[in-house]
């Protein structure tokens, strides 16, 4: 199995966020992917660099504004007199249907859903890196490789058809399922993130071909608190291919084992031609976000049972940030999965 990462993924390096309303050190740090990159290692992963697969793949899931936006914005900023060294939205819209605003500052608005995602003059590269890993992952099962993992830094999850949010720019689940649609027909996308893949959802909400399902702590105590409940189930076509379980926070193994059982058995009964995992590590009991309680042996569990599905897998790295277990926690899920 391989494990696909470029080291340009390490070079956004965001100062800050605001946790509370207080400016704290922004966690997504890059030595997050040295870690994870040696316990793959360990773990007998083969290193793979990504190619430059351009625009086009990122292109079919996020929209033209977008792009243009997390392309130029950070370069924009600095002619700003007196601007923040980050790009950081100070305004938030009600609505996504008003007018595009022309301004820099209405733009970081409009396409940055919080102030957990700041843009440097690295985030773009990086992104767009970690975007490529995906991409390289799902050719690899294309090219009948049975599984692969992405080691995408930053994450992707949160970042939605034309927006980013809570660390993550570009969908690296969503582009890669799209990749892979190509010839698998159906995917389906479990993201075991301690967080709701709300941009996962917002990607294929109206779309039955992509089956999005998300286990993460009840967002009614937990961010993104405005997504991931469990009657948010699809619209249009998409009714009935969303599918959202929340769990109280504190969670621990055998309570998500049974949820899970749940989730998969609904993702047997579509039949995908492919299975992406959205790989938060992030529900460990000693995750520094404390929503659930998972234990690293848990992690395991969690891959055994999704490995029976005996799907082509390709494991895309979200969340899980520092702390003595994270490499451990990588170590298990990787192991359970290949047992
Ligand atoms: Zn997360």
């Known amino acids: ?171 690296n689940s969503a582009i890669a399922a799209q990749e892979l649609l190509a010839e698998f027909g159906r995917v389906a996308i479990l993201d075991i993130d301690v967080h709701h893949g709300n941009g996962t959802q917002d990607i294929f909400y109206n779309r039955n071909d992509v089956f999005t399902v998300s286990l993460h702590a009840d967002p009614s105590r937990f961010y993104p608190f405005f997504w991931g409940h469990a009657n948010e189930r699809g619209s249009g076509q998409g009714l009935g291919y969303n599918l959202n379980i929340p769990l109280p926070r504190g969670t621990g193994d055998k309570d998500y084992l049974e949820e899970l059982d749940r989730a998969l058995s609904r993702i047997e009964a579509y039949a995908p031609g492919a299975l992406v995992v959205a790989l938060g590590l992030d529900a460990h009991e000693a995750d520094p976000f404390q929503g659930l309680a998972i234990t690293t042996a848990g992690f395991g569990k969690i891959a055994a049972r999704i490995a029976a599905l005996e799907l082509p897998t390709l494991l895309v790295q979200e969340g899980g940030y520092l702390s003595d277990d994270l490499g451990a926690n990588l170590e298990s899920f990787l192991d359970g999965f290949r047992s």
């Open 1 to 171: 199995m391989k494990v696909i990462y470029s080291e340009v993924q390490k070079q956004h390096y965001p100062q800050h966020f605001l946790s509370s309303g207080a400016a704290r050190p922004n966690p997504e740090v890059p030595e997050r992917a040295d870690r994870l990159l040696q316990a793959a290692l360990a773990s007998g992963l083969e290193l793979m660099e990504p190619e430059d697969a351009g625009l086009e793949p990122v292109a079919a899931v996020h929209s033209p504004e977008y792009l243009q936006f997390l392309q130029n914005i950070y370069r924009r900023w600095c002619y700003i007199d007196g601007a923040s060294s980050e790009v950081v939205p100070n305004i938030h819209p009600d609505r996504r249907d008003g007018a595009y605003p022309a301004s820099a500052v209405g733009q970081a608005g409009f396409h940055m859903l919080d102030t957990g995602c700041p843009i440097n003059g690295d985030t773009w590269n990086s992104a767009l890196a970690s975007a490529h890993a995906a991409v390289q992952g799902a050719a690899l099962l294309l090219d009948d490789e049975d599984s692969a993992y992405a080691l995408c830094r930053p994450p992707g999850h949160h970042a939605g058809r034309d927006f980013a949010a809570g660390f993550c720019y570009l969908n």
